[in-house]
């Protein structure tokens, strides 16, 4: 075989491969499905009847109020029974003294946001946005100075918000509330809630309920409970928040171990008592429903957050 020819035979391979190549690209395209408009759950209509949008639920709607407890037809069905209201919780990971874990207002919110929603009748809970503004982490600041921290800029926190509230206007919710648990979420709560107002014109309403964040009035509360600080203890804690985390998991505020080490107390309040905390437990929690349902009524009232108020004492 000549030396002239193998680049010849060399090209005419190439060019056949690539030719073979283009072919079956072109036959798999042509052979691949485009998508069933009636599909829904992961899957193809044409696959299994349970991928249809109108397929029937096979199983009874749990006793759930939360979106990542509940299957696509869960949340489908219960949309279509009227709970066209959604509750976002944002909550943070922080330094909360000896006792209370670095995940406080979460499973403050956990409780909450059950007890908001269940009681409201007609609204479900988003998952808890578990990390919020905190501090700078270059250098540490706030409560980024603890380790166990983690913060978020402000920029990130507004475009998750929206993110989450266009998803869940995009699956037909005609509500979408916001309510934070700590200080740094409420601005960039207010400013996303105004903002998609503004653009969305009120459909749906999106509104932050700044009534939920009020510790004054809770421990103002809990004070005709017969909750009362004999002497602060100087911690980033205290009855009420301690007692809103016992009602969601007693393990959260180290509760047996405190009650074994003889430090079951918080500002001079004994908590040792499991049964008088489980029953205040349940008092701050069910106040705290009562005060913040009353408040999205009216934000709903006024088609979006209402009027900045006197801010009063967070946690």
């Known amino acids: 075989m000549s030396q002239t020819f193998l680049p010849v035979l060399r090209r005419s391979l190439l060019a056949a491969t690539l030719t073979l190549v283009a072919t079956t690209t072109a036959d798999a395209q042509q052979q691949r499905r485009e998508r069933d408009p009636r599909s829904m759950g992961g899957g193809d209509c044409r696959d299994n009847p349970y991928n249809c949008k109108d ?79 905190e501090g700078s982490y270059d250098p540490p600041s706030g409560h980024m100075a603890s380790p166990g921290t983690i913060t978020m800029r402000e920029e990130t926190f507004k475009a998750i918000l929206t993110d989450i509230t266009a998803s869940l206007k995009a699956h037909g919710f005609e509500t979408i509330i916001y309510i934070g648990d700590s200080g740094g979420n409420q601005g960039g709560q207010r400013a996303v809630a105004d903002s998609l107002t503004a653009l969305w014109k009120g459909a749906p309403i999106v509104a932050h309920i700044q009534e939920y964040y009020d510790y004054a009035s809770v421990a103002k509360h809990m004070e005709t409970k017969g909750v009362h600080k004999v002497k602060p203890d100087g911690l980033h804690d205290d009855p009420e928040i301690t007692l809103n985390m016992f009602a969601d998991d007693p393990k959260s505020v180290r509760y047996d171990e405190r009650v074994k080490a003889g430090t079951a107390s918080i500002d001079g309040f004994s908590l040792a008592d499991r049964k008088q905390m489980t029953a205040l437990a349940k008092d701050v929690v069910a106040f705290r429903a009562t005060v913040t349902t009353e408040a999205i009524k009216k934000a709903i009232a006024n088609k979006g957050t209402l009027p900045l108020p006197a801010r009063a004492r967070g946690n």
């Open 55 to 133: 397929a029937p639920n096979p199983l009874p709607a749990p006793n759930t109020v939360w979106l990542e407890e509940m299957t696509w037809m869960d949340v489908r069905d219960a949309i279509k029974a009227g709970k066209t209201t959604v509750i976002i919780p944002t909550g943070g990971m922080e330094p909360n003294g000896p006792w209370l874990v670095t995940g406080k207002h979460n499973y403050v919110l956990h409780a909450n946001c059950d007890a908001i929603a269940r009681k409201m009748g007609n609204a479900l809970c988003a998952p808890i946005v578990k990390f919020v503004p």
